[in-house]
């Protein structure tokens, strides 16, 4: 389906950046709303199987995102994302940091940066991530590994029931 | 979390003179007397930068007779990797799923 589009991830350790860039099938409005609104952002924005729940999302400048990645074990990681510089259809950035659930941030957290551009119905998004903190990667990733193992065990369960009857 | 560090393993090698120690650990073990020599630095300023690598456990101590020698851990250079890839692993999947999504608005859109 995407077999044609780009996707570029490159890490540059020591500055602490990385760099993403993603081509998308569909034009730029559809793209910036994707990426901006709240309805749509919660239905892609946490990888399967977890999965993403906005309590809040007020997009303009000095305005807050702040939701939950969910673990298949129904484990919640809070995240707060600070929307800084806005600039429609073309880029914004803001301020991602991990939370608790009343919304105390764990900081320091990682600037990103969201470009937008659209060429003959292809729009391409470059994100550039600057100090991303290998802690906190890791306790994300670990939770994931745990929450993932636990839904593969679900299901084991499952399938021995299932195959009982 | 169960595999905690002091240090970030990024902070441990944003610095300059940190990498180079590492480039030079990589090609053989030093004790820090040695280092302090190669980098013109004081003793206690190497010291410092090895506390920094040692506690990501970029470093490795070993002592032989009197001397400790550091050495590269090639092994934690390759976690980093490993989470990495895993980082990129999640953003693959996230696109993906915009993919479908979009494509189902285009077609609403229609």
């Known amino acids: 389906m995407n077999n044609d589009l780009l996707f570029d991830f490159t890490v540059d350790k020591a500055a602490q950046k990385i760099f993403i860039t993603r081509e998308f099938n569909a034009g730029l409005s559809l793209v910036w709303d994707a990426f901006t609104k709240q309805e749509i952002v919660d239905q ?7 999965r993403c729940q906005t309590k809040y999302m007020d997009f303009k400048v000095g305005g807050r995102r702040f939701y939950a990645m969910i673990l298949p074990d129904g484990q919640e990681r809070w995240i707060v994302q600070d929307y800084t510089s806005i600039t429609p259809k073309t880029n914004f950035k803001l301020y991602n ?27 391409k998004v470059n994100i550039t991530i600057f100090n991303e903190s290998l802690e906190r990667m890791q306790s994300l990733s670990e939770g994931f590994r745990i929450g993932y193992t636990v839904m593969l065990t679900n299901l084991d369960e499952l399938l021995a029931t299932l195959s009982q009857k | ?46 010291s410092k930068h090895i506390k920094v690598l040692q506690e990501c456990e ?6 032989s007779g009197r001397e400790i020698y550091y050495h590269f ?16 692993q999640n953003w693959e999947t996230q696109f993906n799923q915009l993919d479908k999504i979009l494509s189902t608005m285009k077609e609403q859109k229609k």
Do not use: C, Y
């Open chain 1, 44 to 50: 892609w924005s946490a990888p399967a199987p977890m």
């Open chain 1, 97 to 123: 940091a991990f939370a608790d659930k009343d919304e105390n941030r764990e900081l320091p957290g990682s600037e990103w940066d969201h470009n937008f551009s659209e060429q003959n119905g292809i729009t």
């Open chain 2, 73 to 88: 851990n090639a092994k934690k250079m390759q976690e980093l990797d490993h989470w990495l890839a895993q980082f990129r």
């Open chain 2, 58 to 63: 970029l470093v490795k101590p070993e002592q």
């Open chain 2, 1 to 46: 979390m169960n595999i905690k560090m002091k240090q970030d393993i990024f902070q441990a090698i944003a610095d300059p003179t940190r990498r180079a120690i590492l480039t030079l650990l990589t090609i053989q073990a030093l004790t820090p007397n040695v280092m302090a020599e190669k980098f013109d630095m004081t003793r206690q300023a190497v």
